[in-house]
C-alpha cells in the first residue's frame, strides 16, 4: 500500500521574511509587486516617528505615531526591533508579526541592517533574512537624486550608510542585486518558494 504525503503535512507554519538594503535601492517597488503576486506574504507594517509623505497612508504604509506613543510602546517592550534612524523612531511591532503568523501567513518586513541585527541576535525569533543591494553605489546615487526630494548633505549621508550597510552582506542569508526589476522579482520569488520547501 501506498503513503501518501502533503506538504501541508511537514510544512513550516509562518515564514518570516526580513529584507534589508540601503536608502534608495528600489525594496518598497519590489515589495509591493511581490505582495501583489502572492496571497500568502503580508506586509508587517511599522511603526515611525516621521512625518508621513503626501502619498502615505496611515495603518497602511506605516503607523505614524508621535515620539511619547513610540517611547511608551518601547517600553513596554512592544517593539521586536526599534531603531533612531536620520533623528525619526522605526520600530517592528511584535503584535503586529504575531497577528501575521497566527493567521498562517508569512510576514514581510522591510528593515535596516541595525534592526536586523537586533532581530538577528532574538533567539525565540526564526526569520530568513534577505539583502537587496544596488548594481553599484554610483547606480545608488543616480536613483537618490532623481527621486529630487533631498538635499545634497541628506545624499552624502545616505550614501555613507549605505557604503557601511553593504559592507555587511555577509551577515544575511541571500543577497539580491537589484539592476533589473523582473529579474529582482523572480530572485525574490524563488527564495521564497526555497525556503517554504524546507521541512
Known amino acids: 500500500m501506498g503513503v501518501s504525503l502533503s506538504y501541508a503535512e511537514y510544512r513550516r507554519e509562518s515564514i518570516f521574511f526580513v529584507v534589508t538594503g540601503p536608502s534608495g535601492v528600489g525594496k ?9 503576486e502572492d496571497d500568502r506574504l503580508t506586509y508587517s507594517i511599522s511603526h515611525t516617528t516621521r512625518e508621513a509623505r503626501p502619498e502615505e497612508t496611515h495603518g497602511e504604509d506605516y503607523y505614524f505615531v508621535s515620539e511619547s506613543e513610540f517611547e511608551a510602546l518601547r517600553d513596554q517592550e512592544g517593539f521586536l526591533e526599534w531603531a533612531e534612524i536620520y533623528g525619526d523612531y522605526y520600530g517592528t511591532s511584535r503584535r503586529e508579526v504575531e497577528a501575521i503568523q497566527e493567521k498562517g501567513l508569512d510576514p514581510f518586513l522591510d528593515i535596516d ?19 537587496l543591494a544596488p548594481p553599484s553605489l554610483q547606480e545608488l546615487e543616480r536613483r537618490i537624486t532623481g527621486r529630487g526630494a533631498e538635499s545634497r548633505k541628506t545624499i552624502r549621508k545616505r550614501l555613507r550608510v549605505a557604503r557601511e550597510e553593504v559592507n555587511r552582506i555577509r551577515e544575511f542569508d541571500y543577497l539580491v542585486v537589484n539592476e533589473d526589476l523582473d529579474e529582482t522579482l523572480s530572485r525574490f520569488e524563488s527564495i521564497v518558494k526555497a525556503e517554504r520547501l524546507k521541512v
Not at 518598497?28 to 501583489?36: I, P, Q
Not at 534592526?115 to 534577505?130: K, M, N, Y
Open 28 to 36: 518598497t517597488t519590489v515589495m509591493e509587486s511581490l505582495l501583489d
Open 113 to 131: 541592517v541595525q534592526g536586523a541585527e537586533q532581530l538577528r541576535s532574538d533567539p525565540e525569533l526564526e526569520a530568513v533574512f534577505i539583502f
